[in-house]
């Protein structure tokens, strides 16, 4: 099975900058979509960033301009750099690795306040 831990959470004031990284335990970040989703306080789990196989970016709206989702395919590494942040980002942030199904990691916490 696939496995994901996520890393690079927490407490930063709004403005602030946090990088996370997810370390992925098998080599299919190359042949995989990757992603980030989090998941606010009384809200739904929500898409922040992905890239598809092919190098192809998506970013919800709220975060575009201010997120970057990168990939290193010989390190099986995902990360998502987080500029600008705001205290509407606070959440907990999960790496997803998708194919055919979708894998999950345990999250790590993003805490904006100041």
């Known amino acids: 099975q696939v496995q994901l831990v996520e890393s690079g959470g927490g407490l930063v004031q709004p403005g602030g900058s946090l990088r996370l990284s997810c370390v992925v335990s098998?080599?299919?970040?190359?042949?995989?979509?990757m992603g980030w989703y989090r998941q606010a306080p009384g809200k739904q789990r929500e898409l922040v960033a992905a890239i598809s196989t092919g190098g192809s970016t998506n970013y919800t709206d709220s975060v575009k301009g201010r997120f970057t989702i990168s990939r290193d395919n010989a390190k099986n590494t995902v990360s998502l750099r987080m500029n600008s942040l705001k205290p509407e980002d606070t959440a907990v942030y999960y790496c997803?690795?998708?194919?055919?199904?979708?894998?999950w990691g345990q999250g790590t916490q993003v805490t904006v306040s100041s």
């Open positions: 997803d690795a998708r194919r055919t199904g979708s894998y």
């Open positions: 098998r080599s299919i970040v190359s042949i995989f979509t």
